[in-house]
């Protein structure tokens, strides 16, 4: 099923019985050297912490040929995927399985030697920054001085690549620690022509308490908000980051995406409850899986105010509020013509 068929059903229909994703998400493995305060899992261990084996390339490969079989767009991501072992193999080989879209999540430090492999394939380089403040972001990475001047330079030479297909977005946690420092990483990301994408620390799948009814965490809402409708580059719509301020309630569609551990594990419905359905290379059918997860742990639950993660909560107001994303495309035409004047 493409995209636009899929999006048809999700919208209509979604079947407890069928589970036609939009958007896959693959932990190519836990492993990251950083230990940013904010890494955080469902439970609220740190993903580095995990503890999985990876898979050699070419076994990720052919995992990778059993997703592409279910959703056009895939997300790599960990840990710290670049820290694979093959990772360079991995990159050449997506390039033949035509996802329409792919996207790379990493925190950036060792992205320079392998800007080649990623420069064909990848069409979203998603790089974490939560500050320009060098001292503290260092303290944060916990890997000794100068790291984040690395991650800063590598940006700067990812940005250069010749002919790369990603446009680059960063990506950036809203803590009670750094939110002062978020409006210079806008305005970092809004020179270069970098989109600013922004979630708020989950501490497992809640926000942390320090951030709900924190009036710097919505003014900083409302100044993105406002740079929105204004035609800058934030990521998600004017209806999505209006409930990322308010950290309101939303109906979640977990079974919009298919979210795989680094072995090939289903994560059922999400990462965050943590339940697998199954493991892709034993069963390939997804509809199966959906079934066997809703035999051992239930339908889809009705969770609370929790996950205001990207992917939750922006499929979520998607498929609830089609109308935003009308406004978004309103918004970005607008922006498109005054840039044109
Ligand atoms: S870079 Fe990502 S995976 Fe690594 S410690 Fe930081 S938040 Fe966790
Ligand atoms: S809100 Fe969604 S992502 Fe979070 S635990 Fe519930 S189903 Fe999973």
Redesign the pocket.
């Known amino acids: 099923m493409n995209a636009v068929a899929s999006f048809l059903y999700h919208l209509g229909i979604d079947s407890p019985r069928k589970w036609h994703p939009l958007l896959s998400v693959y932990y190519l493995t836990y492993a990251c050297d950083f230990r940013c305060p904010h890494c955080s899992d469902?439970v609220g261990k740190p993903y580095y912490r995990l503890r999985s084996p990876t898979l050699s390339g070419s076994r990720v490969l052919d995992l990778l040929r059993i997703i592409r079989r279910h959703s056009e767009y895939l997300v790599i991501t960990g840990g710290e995927p670049l820290q694979h072992p093959d990772f360079r193999e991995v990159m050449e080989g997506l390039g033949r399985l035509n996802f329409r879209g792919v996207i790379l999540t990493t925190n950036g430090v060792a992205l320079d030697s392998l800007l080649p492999a990623v420069a064909p394939v990848v069409t979203e380089l998603v790089v974490s920054l939560q500050t320009l403040d060098s001292e503290r972001a260092d303290a944060w990475y916990g890997l000794g001085m100068g790291t984040h001047r690395r991650v800063l330079a590598n940006l700067e030479q990812a940005a250069r690549h010749p002919g790369r297909k990603f446009e680059i977005v960063i990506s950036s946690v809203v803590t009670p620690e750094n939110i002062g420092d978020l409006y210079g990483v806008y305005h970092f990301a809004k020179q270069r022509g970098f989109r600013l994408a922004v979630c708020p620390q989950l501490v497992g799948?809640k926000a942390h308490a320090s951030l709900a009814g924190s009036p710097a965490y919505r003014q900083f809402y409302d100044f993105l908000i406002a740079e929105k409708k204004r035609g800058g580059r934030v990521q998600g719509t004017v209806d999505y980051l209006e409930y990322m301020r308010d950290l309101r309630q939303f109906a979640?569609r977990?079974f919009t995406m298919l979210v795989v551990s680094p072995v090939g594990e289903v994560f059922y419905?999400?990462l965050?409850?943590g339940n697998f359905a199954g493991n892709l290379f034993n069963e390939p059918d997804l509809h199966r899986l959906r079934q066997a997860g809703c035999a051992c742990f239930g339908p889809?639950?009705k969770?609370g105010t929790?996950?205001h993660s990207a992917c939750?909560l922006g499929f979520s107001r998607f498929f609830e509020n089609p109308a935003s994303v009308l406004h978004e495309a309103a918004l970005w035409t607008r922006a498109r013509f005054r840039s044109a004047l």
């Open positions: 469902g799948v979640c977990p419905p999400c965050e409850l889809q639950p969770c929790q996950c939750a």
